[in-house]
């Protein structure tokens, strides 16, 4: 019985430290992971698609913003040309 006892205390230890060697390892992997995702999403946005894709976004912003100076300086001209009914 009592060698029964010492082996399973024996395969508890060995269990143990098996354990604590894979929660480093899966430690290590997790990093190599978040470094692989990191150098993917790196990579995506460097691709011609995305590039084309902010030059658009530029252009829409730029035009969004000379829509706006010109109803500014029209609503300026005229004062509550852009006003909704309630707010006047």
Do not use: W, Y
């Not at 060995?14 to 604590?20: H, K, M, N, Q």
């Not at 999403?41 to 460097?46: E, G, H, P, V, Y």
């Amino acid at each position: 019985m009592h060698s029964r006892i010492k082996r399973l205390e024996e395969l508890a230890n060995s269990a143990t430290g098996l354990i604590a060697r894979l929660k480093e390892e899966n430690e290590v992997l997790k990093g190599q992971v978040q470094l692989l995702s990191a150098a993917r999403n790196k990579a995506a946005s460097n691709t011609a698609a995305a590039r084309e894709l902010a030059e658009f976004r530029t252009k829409v912003k730029r035009r969004l913003e000379r829509i706006c100076a010109r109803i500014e300086k029209a609503n300026d001209l005229q004062p509550g040309l852009f006003e909704e009914e309630d707010e006047r």
